[in-house]
Structures are given as C-alpha cells and as structure tokens.
C-alpha cells in the first residue's frame, strides 16, 4: 500500500541492542553481527536490494533517532531487500531482511523486524547464498529466517572473522539444500508447488510477525501464530505432507553443516543448528499427529494423549542445550508415540490389547525399526560422501533415501495390521513419522 504520497512506500523500524558486545574494529569481509552498544553506534540505516553476486544496490537512507528508530520512504515496493545499520565511519554493524514492503493486512506502513544479532546473520546468510549462485529472487528468505536463530546468530558472533564467514558461507549452503530438498520433497508426494509461491503465501504472517516483534512482543507466542498462519497459508500440502517435507528439508540441513562445521570453531554453531532443525521439525510433526488422528475421527483420550506427547516433544527440544539433549527428546518422542502395547500412541489409536493384536503391532514396530535402521545407514552414507556437495546433489540423495524408508514401512506394516481393519492405514502413518523424524542423530 502506498502512502507517504501516491507512489512511496513507507518502512518503519529500529536499530537495537541485542545480546553481546559490538566490535570496536570490524573486519572487512567479516559478518556484521550487531550485539551491545549496535544503537548507540548507529548513525544512520540503508536500505538495498541484492544483485547478482551478492553486490548491493542502494536504494534509499535515513537518519536514526535517539531511540533508534528509523523511517525510510521508498519510490516503490520491493522484496527480499537489506536493511543495513551504519556507523559514523561508514561501516555496517548490523542488519536485517525485510521480506517485502508490503504491510501486514490492515496496516499501512511496513514494519521492519528489529535489527539484532540475528536478523544480521539472516541477513549475511542470504547475501552469501546469491554470492555462491541463487538468484536473488529464488530465495524463500521467510523460510531461511525461520532456520536461523538467535542462538545460532551468538555462536558465529563469537568466531573469529575469518571462521565466522565460514560459518556464514556453511549456514547458506544449508539454507540452499534445505529449500531445493523441501520442494523435491513435495514434488515426490505430488504436491505441485514453487519456491516463489512458497514464499509468497507466507507474507502476511511475516509482517505481522515483524510488527509484534518490533513492538516488544512476546517471541513466543509471535512465533506460534507465525507457524500457524503460514500453515495455513499454504494449502497446497496437508500436514502429513508438509511433516514428510520438513523433516527430510532438516536432513539435508543438517547434512550441509556437518559437512562443513564438524570440528574446531564451528562446533558450537553445528550444536546450535541441529538444534534448530529439531524445533522445526516438532513443529511439523505435531501438526501432523494431530491431522492423522483427528482424521481418523480418534477418540478424545487418544488425542489427549497424542497432544500430551507432541508438546512434550516441543517442549524438550526448545530446552535443549545441546543436540544430544535434542536426540534424547526425539528418540523419547519416538517410543511414546510408536512402540509395543496400548501405552504408546499408536497402541491407544488401534486399540491395541493382549493376544493376537499385540503380536501385530509388535510385528509392524519391528518393521519400522529395520526400515529406520537402513535410512539412518543409508543418510550416513550420504553424509559421509557430501562433502560440500550441490543443493541439487544432496536433495536428491535424500529424498531418495526417504522415498524407499517410505515404501518399506507403508508395504511392510500395513501386511501385519490388517487385523486393525481402517484403523490400519492411520498406525501405519504414525509408525513411519515415529521412526523416520529427526534422522542422522
């Protein structure tokens, strides 16, 4: 919407002090991650589009109030743009990514997310991703900001320059893998849907998740409803399908970071990106047991407990303070809801009892449990042999390798519930998001 005049385009938003201590000497060539003291050297803010190869283009500048406020009025609407925060000698210290200039639905001015620590490293991550061939316009940056975190931002912020820009480089080679392997993953379930549409439909919900966090809103609660309206924004995929989606898009992310941050400095930042992988895989796999059963028409206590597990499962892997704590809370997940006897979701959901349904469900875990032994001995083949393989190159490997778990697990289980009748077909699919989430632990 315009305002300001006919064609302007109006952005609002502020300069801030996120955790950690600004450098007094930034690096050329090193990430300009903001932290303490960011506002106070903040002198004015730039806003740029990213051309081929990663080279800005400026657009637009505003001085910056005491407070650290800014307001930028552009000549016309834009995408994907960098927000860039400048001190008195020139030198950015901080950034952020404004997805689109389009305000949130009844608003009129577009609210740019907070400049932190981490809007700058999602920030450096995109530019570095059109630096090693995406095209500017081919970047889902909403789904890459849903991948980076703030405990991600702090691990790069506490490398040296030169091993801070590897990180940077890793962290966008993983972005790059995980959208190419999200959307080979849709195309394999018959979903027919683009990057561009993909982004498109998350909009909305990212302005107003901009505007809530800019406003000091709980990140919470933002987040959720954030989640939520994407979701539902983009109903070209059920939820079982976004689910299967997501968790190989975290595969193939995880497998990118490894590969490359595996040792030394980049430890902490790999630790902090498995973790992050885990959140939004929870995310998807609750949506998903939620969707399977309420399809079935379950039973309340079955969705209570269903719900019980699932939060649980949230719960656990937003505490984690590392990827071992986050493996834990995955492998737990996986037996409460998938596992021998009326305990387990699955066993509620069949109606499991003594006797001869027992040995048939006990019969399908055990199928599930081989075919998630070969896709975890098959991922590690593929982690093994990546190196810093193509986005293209690694999708493929791993839907592939998801592809036949999938199969297995749908012929093999589905053989031995056949005494469960209809119910069948939903414990066959909660078996498979059992024991195929979180992979390469």
Known sequence: MACGGEDKVMVQGHVTNGAGEQSQALTDGAPALGGDGTAEATTMVRISRVVAAGDLTTLKEAEVAADGSYTLELDDAGQRLIIEAVNASGATVGSALLDSTKPASGQAVRTAPPITSESSLEAEVYVQMVRDG?????????????????????????????????????LGAAVSAAQATRLKAYARAGVVVTQGQLFNASLNAAAKLDATLDAGGAAAPAYDAFFAEVREATSEASDVQDQQAERQASVAYRIAVEARLSSGAGIAVAD???????????????????????????????????????????????????????????????????????????????????????????????????????????????????????????????????????????????????????????????????EGSFRLR
């Open 272 to 434: 902090a990106s498995v973790r992050s992988a885990a959140a939004l895989e929870a995310r998807a796999a609750e949506a998903a047991v939620k969707a399977l059963l309420q399809g079935s028409s379950a039973p309340t206590p079955v969705l209570t407990q269903a719900d019980t597990t699932t939060r649980t499962l949230r719960t656990n892997v937003s505490g984690a303070r590392s990827a071992s704590d986050a493996v834990t809370a995955w492998e737990a997940f996986g037996a409460q809801l998938a596992t021998s006897g009326s305990a387990s979701v699955m066993g509620a959901q069949l109606g499991v009892t003594t006797g001869g349904n027992q040995l048939a469900l006990d019969s399908a875990i055990n199928v599930g449990a081989q075919a998630g032994a070969t896709l975890e001995a098959t991922l590690g083949r593929v982690l093994d042999q990546s190196g810093k393989a193509s986005a293209t190159m690694l999708s493929e490997a791993v839907v592939s390798a998801f592809t036949t778990y999938d199969a297995a697990v749908r012929s093999g289980a589905a053989a031995t519930l056949t005494t469960f009748g209809t119910k069948a077909t939903t414990g066959v699919e909660l078996l498979i998001i059992a």
């Open 134 to 170: 995406e095209r500017p316009d081919g970047v889902d940056t909403v789904d890459l900001r849903a991948r980076l975190n703030a405990e991600q931002a702090t691990a790069v912020r506490g490398q040296r320059p030169e091993t801070a820009a590897e990180s940077v480089e890793a």
